[in-house]
């Protein structure tokens, strides 16, 4: 399709150079454009090709010497000059949604990208291609994205980090990572529309992309904090003034919202390429979940170095903790609420290192945060069988261990599992499973089929946390196990109301009804005990039957016995 461009339009200073530059523009834009748009530096477009009729019911000649906001629906005009304000200082625009405004009305969302060329006398060169813009294909085709801002959402951020750090053919690159918080999102946000908002965010996304390596490595961390891998080079001052008046632009108070940020730098003699990509991990994930009124960017922004660092050495310490199986299995057992017998314990890890007052909860967290926690989570079940090949046969103990629910998405655990378990089918009616909620399973489906997979060989398996968050009924749902726990703190808290009775007794019930045993957690005196006993609950776990050990023996005379009713029967003197 021809060009058109009117007489009297600003001659550029090198004719020849510039239409030469222009055809090439117009032949590649075609293989991928529906519309093609030239303008000035004062945005007042200088030429156009493609399908303006069928679009904007006008021909392409027509749009020559029209500035662009009466080409953009005045909904998306705010966006759009935003967008041209990126380009003006950076270069280029990226895949972005918009709408324009023609004689037949608003098109469809068309996908808007374009440049800024300085050399060509700062014009810039703008194509519209008919549909949304898509999730890219290649390497990061696979990975989750926010939905309001396009950018990857935080558990995406991680790998496109490791991605990016972790030593290659040429080694670790020199990006580095900037995490942006926005303190008064919450009550900014709430002064713009639904639109201002939609803007807002398609335009941060669109700014990030813009700056970062490979324009794609940027994400929504949380709801007002962000972050971007970037070249040595970028300016992060000028980064936040750029979102500050994007923000401007579309509230209606003519305010916006602060922008502070925080860049990675760490010394890459000391940390190596693998440590420091988990290091960084670690440190996106401590900002995503860091809250409090004491909370700030610059507060983290003085010791994110030295937490990168810090998290980078303990990553390698972790690693030959799990390598040498160097920590210790304690015990605790699950308790029969009517008969006081124990059903089977659980197998708690108990780390050597923990007289530096980390507890086993926040080792597992790291290992989570890290990306370490299938290899642990191995390594705890090698631990158990060889524990229970050891263990007298005719004690019958069973033991359940903990797997994360990070790790049953991964095939590669799965794998590794059944392999181990094949090589111990001995192992099948003395070993437990027990699915930990300390991270919330996203996809059930993927969830369901690993705990099928070990049902289908014989093992039990028993979901831990029922009755925290959102999780009960659809986890119910979704997911069939032989064994659910009770989360220990809503069991207190069910204590408390009339209401939280009723429910600890509905769940009980559907559980019941589901041929689904029931262990309350956290049953710590007697009153517990008589309460999960009265909700239908059949069996309890807490400090009134013994603390942990790791001499499983310790527990085989400490349940008392007058605290249930079948034994106080048996056990009551005849009359002589």
């Given amino acids: 399709m021809k060009g058109v461009e009117k007489p009297g339009s600003p001659a550029p200073r090198h004719p020849v150079t510039m239409r030469g530059e222009r055809d090439?523009?117009?032949?590649?834009?075609?293989?991928?454009?529906?519309?093609?748009?030239?303008?000035?530096?004062?945005?007042?477009?200088?030429?156009?090709?493609?399908?303006?009729?069928?679009?904007?019911?006008?021909?392409?000649?027509?749009?020559?010497?029209?500035?662009?906001?009466?080409?953009?629906?005045?909904?998306?005009?705010?966006?759009?000059?935003?967008?041209?304000?990126?380009?003006?200082?950076?270069?280029?625009?990226?895949?972005?949604?918009?709408?324009?405004?023609?004689?037949?009305?608003?098109?469809?969302?068309?996908t808007f990208t374009g440049y800024r060329l300085e050399d060509l006398e700062g014009h810039y060169f703008l194509a519209f291609r008919m549909g949304a813009p898509g999730r890219e294909e290649g390497a990061g085709r696979h990975l989750t994205r926010d939905a309001e801002s396009g950018l990857y959402d935080a558990a995406a951020f991680t790998e496109v980090v490791s991605r990016h750090l972790r030593p290659g053919d040429k080694g670790v690159d020199d990006s580095l990572m900037t995490l942006l918080l926005l303190p008064d999102y919450a009550s900014f946000s709430a002064r713009l529309d639904a639109v201002a908002n939609r803007d807002l965010l398609t335009t941060f996304g669109a700014c990030l992309r813009a700056h970062s390596v490979d324009g794609d490595a940027a994400a929504r961390i949380g709801t007002d904090r962000w972050g971007l891998l970037h070249s040595p080079g970028l300016d992060t001052a000028d980064l936040e003034t750029q979102l500050q008046e994007i923000a401007r632009n579309v509230d209606p108070a003519g305010e916006g919202v602060r922008v502070e940020s925080a860049t990675v730098e760490v010394d890459t003699e000391e940390v190596r390429g693998g440590d420091l990509a988990n290091g960084l991990i670690y440190a996106i994930n401590r900002f995503r979940t860091a809250r409090g009124k004491d909370f700030t960017i610059k507060s983290l922004s003085t010791s994110i170095s030295s937490l990168v660092s810090a998290a980078a050495r303990s990553v390698n310490a972790f690693?030959?903790?799990?390598?040498?199986?160097?920590?210790?299995?304690?015990?605790?057992?699950?308790?029969?609420?009517?008969?006081?017998?124990?059903?089977?314990?659980?197998?708690?890890?108990?780390?050597?290192?923990?007289?530096?007052?980390?507890?086993?909860?926040?080792?597992?967290?790291?290992?989570?945060?890290?990306?370490?926690?299938?290899?642990?989570?191995?390594?705890?079940?090698?631990?158990?069988?060889?524990?229970?090949?050891?263990?007298?046969?005719?004690?019958?103990?069973?033991?359940?261990?903990?797997?994360?629910?990070?790790?049953?998405?991964?095939?590669?655990?799965?794998?590794?599992?059944?392999?181990?378990?094949?090589?111990?089918?001995?192992?099948?009616?003395?070993?437990?499973?027990?699915?930990?909620?300390?991270?919330?399973?996203?996809?059930?489906?993927?969830?369901?089929?690993?705990?099928?997979?070990?049902?289908?060989?014989?093992y039990t398996v028993c979901l831990d946390d029922l009755g925290a968050g959102a999780a009960n009924f659809e986890y119910l749902s979704a997911l069939e196990v032989d064994v659910v726990k009770l989360d220990g703190s809503a069991v207190r808290s069910a204590q408390t109301t009339h209401r939280g009775k009723a429910f600890l007794i509905s769940l009980t019930n559907l559980c019941r009804d589901l041929d689904v045993l029931t262990v309350a957690e956290m049953v710590g005196d007697e009153k517990s005990l008589e309460f999960v006993r009265e909700c239908g609950v059949q069996y309890a776990q807490g400090y009134l039957f013994g603390r942990p050990s790791t001499d499983i023996r310790s527990f085989e005379k400490t349940v008392p016995a007058d605290l249930f009713p079948a034994r106080r029967r048996s056990t009551r003197p005849t009359r002589g």
């Fill in 24 to 110: 090439r523009f117009v032949a590649l834009a075609f293989c991928w454009a529906d519309l093609l748009l030239e303008l000035d530096s004062s945005e007042t477009v200088v030429f156009a090709a493609g399908a303006a009729q069928p679009l904007l019911g006008r021909p392409a000649e027509d749009l020559v010497g029209l500035a662009l906001p009466e080409l953009i629906v005045e909904r998306d005009r705010s966006l759009v000059q935003a967008l041209l304000g990126i380009a003006r200082k950076h270069g280029r625009i990226e895949n972005v949604g918009v709408r324009l405004q023609g004689a037949r009305g608003t098109t469809p969302l068309l």
């Fill in 319 to 458: 690693k030959r903790v799990v390598a040498d199986a160097d920590f210790n299995v304690a015990f605790q057992p699950i308790i029969d609420v009517t008969t006081g017998d124990i059903h089977h314990y659980e197998a708690l890890v108990r780390f050597h290192t923990e007289e530096r007052r980390q507890s086993s909860y926040e080792y597992i967290t790291f290992a989570e945060e890290t990306g370490l926690i299938q290899d642990f989570d191995l390594a705890m079940v090698r631990k158990v069988l060889g524990w229970l090949s050891k263990a007298p046969r005719n004690k019958g103990y069973i033991v359940a261990v903990n797997v994360s629910g990070h790790s049953v998405a991964s095939l590669a655990f799965v794998a590794a599992l059944h392999n181990l378990l094949k090589d111990n089918t001995w192992a099948r009616r003395r070993l437990m499973f027990e699915i930990t909620e300390s991270a919330r399973m996203e996809d059930l489906v993927v969830a369901n089929r690993f705990i099928q997979g070990l049902r289908g060989e014989g």
